[in-house]
């Protein structure tokens, strides 16, 4: 499976962005799926994942409340709804995929193998 992210934006604190993750070359409903962040000079953190049927989420606590990881596998697509954006929000986001099941995988990046290029995210105060 290949994936593609995009709705990445330059927005002002408060505000709010849908990133979206495009999957072509399989279906994605074999897959866990996450989202993940890299700001400058930082590693790459986990932000949300989900089950492959969509049943179970988890969120960072940086995040908890205020964005929201879905998925559409009839339209093998993964999103992030991010309200009530800050500074410290600003990164590159990725979507990212693995065949392992949810309770087996973690908010830790080498928990996916399967990464999109990413689309950036900026956050102004």
């Given amino acids: 499976v290949q ?4 709705g990445g934006d330059s927005v002002q604190a408060g505000g709010s962005l849908t990133l979206s993750c495009a999957a072509s070359g399989n279906t994605l409903s074999s897959y866990s799926m ?3 962040r890299q700001a400058p000079g930082t590693e790459r953190e ?5 089950s492959s049927g ?3 989420k ?3 606590d940086s995040v908890k409340g205020r964005f929201t990881i879905s998925r559409d596998n009839a339209k093998n697509m993964l999103y992030l ?3 009530t954006l800050k500074p410290e929000d600003t990164a590159i986001y990725y979507c990212a995929a693995t065949r392992n099941s949810w309770y087996s995988v ?3 990046p080498h928990d996916f193998n399967i990464w999109g290029q990413g ?3 900026t956050v102004s105060s």
């Fill in 119 to 121: 689309t950036q995210v």
């Fill in 34 to 36: 996450g989202w993940f």
């Fill in 46 to 50: 986990g932000v949300a994942l989900i």
């Fill in 106 to 108: 973690s908010l830790h």
């Fill in 81 to 83: 709804l991010m309200d």
């Fill in 58 to 60: 988890r969120h960072a």
């Fill in 54 to 56: 969509g049943g179970t």
């Fill in 3 to 6: 994936l593609q992210e995009s």
